[in-house]
């Protein structure tokens, strides 16, 4: 039946006529406001006003205006003198056949509605509550796998997350290096940051869809089998928006190579052959793996204090191998250690570039100075030696590296097969002493 229906009671005068709406109030019941023409009279109810008769004993209030304009509605308890005792015979026969009207359509409408009204014959309707035996179990989580430390940078894990940094134990206009230690297994690790600039440089490497700053890129290269004991490793990068960090290897006990000499000025010449063979082999193993390191001097070696093990660290100079050379505008290693061509010519090569450098290098470990003091003498290339001690063939190996014209330096290979190299090549089994 709709209640939008104009409706009528048989065999009666009184007509209900007109309209009802249906709202939500605030309480989450609903409100129906009804009009009532002809003799009726005019009123607006509550749900649970009109639809729940008066309980014995209670006569319905008539609406009364509030101060803030509402209709205020309810039920009061019978006195001996009310209003419905002074009601005319005829209205009060006009207001039972419409209550009675209201309770049979209360009757057809509560099983659908479930009206919570507080009257005494609804029914309370809890809410209801799937047995035991009936509820869904949860499905069991599967196991998270454990983080992937094998090198390979983690793609859901910060840096934060895996290592905890300690002090500071190097600096430079490459960035800071600190002491760290990876979380999962108490290991030591070395932790560079470089902040980010203008002209980074950047290399396409194979593997890899988009280029990577130069010393990333570099020591991923040489993290390719097999891999050299005398290079340092990268165990993985990470790029924030202002800077990078690299987590590398950490040899320890150590010290760079320039502090090692200054202390210890003028080498004895087994102790320079073994830091001479590590650097060799260093450094040809960047040239197999297709790097040129570009700035080989004292700095960028660490030693190993208690084993003499040697480290060649620091690529961000380096370039990808070129047979074609490179022009001498884009230089950028230690001027010390510049070779003549790089002052004089518009291209310089890698092999020879790296082994003036590790000839200057030699030079400086057993004569506690350096081969040149200026640009001028570098251009000349004469080399005198201030240590009188020094063998004939420390000498010429020497000499050889540090020729003027670079095609007549000999190559890593035949630094490698030089006598004074040979003459100790094993220095692990060696019976010289290394100390001073």
Not at 24 to 38: A, E, F, K, Q, T
Not at 176 to 201: P, S
Not at 202 to 214: A, E, W
Not at 266 to 273: D, I, S, V
Request: with cysteine; aromatic share 8%; net charge negative.
């Amino acid at each position: 039946m709709s209640m939008a229906h104009m409706m009528s009671e048989r065999g009666g005068q009184a007509h209900i006529s007109g309209h009802q709406s249906l709202s939500l109030s605030s309480r989450g019941s609903y409100i129906v406001v009804w009009r009532w023409s002809g003799d009726a009279v005019s009123r607006s109810d509550s749900l649970e006003g009109l639809l729940c008769p008066p309980l014995p004993g209670q006569v319905p209030v008539e609406p009364t205006e509030t101060s803030n304009g509402l209709t205020a509605q309810g039920a009061m308890e019978a006195s001996p003198v009310n209003k419905c005792s002074t009601e005319k015979p005829t209205e009060r026969r006009k207001r039972k056949r419409i209550r009675s009207f209201l309770n049979r359509l209360w009757k057809a409408m509560k099983s659908p509605f479930r009206c919570c009204c507080p009257c005494s014959d609804v029914d309370v309707v809890e809410p209801f509550v799937p047995p035991p035996d009936l509820e869904p179990e949860p499905d069991p989580e599967p196991p998270s796998p454990a983080p992937d430390h094998s090198g390979v940078k983690p793609v859901n894990e910060s840096f934060e997350s895996l290592y905890n940094v300690g002090e500071m134990i190097g600096s430079g206009g490459f960035g800071r290096v600190y002491e760290g230690t990876r979380k999962f297994d108490g290991k030591k690790v070395a932790i560079k940051r470089m902040l980010k600039i203008d002209n980074d440089r950047y290399l396409d490497i194979p593997g890899h869809p988009k280029p990577l700053v130069t010393e990333v890129a570099l020591l991923l290269m040489m993290r390719r089998e097999p891999i050299s004991p005398f290079v340092i490793q990268l165990y993985e990068w990470f790029e924030h928006p202002q800077k990078f960090t690299l987590v590398m290897e950490y040899p320890e006990p150590c010290e760079s190579l320039r502090d090692f000499i200054t202390r210890n000025p003028q080498l004895y010449e087994p102790t320079a052959r073994v830091i001479m063979q590590q650097a060799l082999l260093a450094v040809q193993h960047c040239i197999e793996h297709g790097v040129f390191h570009n700035d080989i001097h004292a700095q960028n070696f660490l030693l190993n204090k208690n084993t003499f093990q040697l480290k060649l660290i620091d690529f961000g100079c380096g370039q990808l191998f070129s047979s074609d050379g490179y022009e001498s505008d884009i230089y950028i290693g230690a001027p010390d250690y510049c070779p003549p061509e790089v002052l004089t010519e518009p291209l310089f090569h890698a092999v020879p570039t790296n082994v003036w450098a590790l000839g200057v290098l030699l030079y400086k470990m057993v004569n506690a100075c350096r081969p040149f003091r200026n640009r001028r003498e570098i251009t000349q290339a004469k080399v005198t030696f201030q240590n009188s001690k020094l063998s004939k063939e420390c000498s010429d190996l020497i000499s050889q590296c540090l020729a003027r014209d670079p095609t007549k330096r000999p190559t890593l290979e035949q630094m490698l097969q030089h006598e004074w190299i040979r003459n100790d090549l094993d220095w692990r089994s060696s019976g010289d002493s290394l100390d001073q």
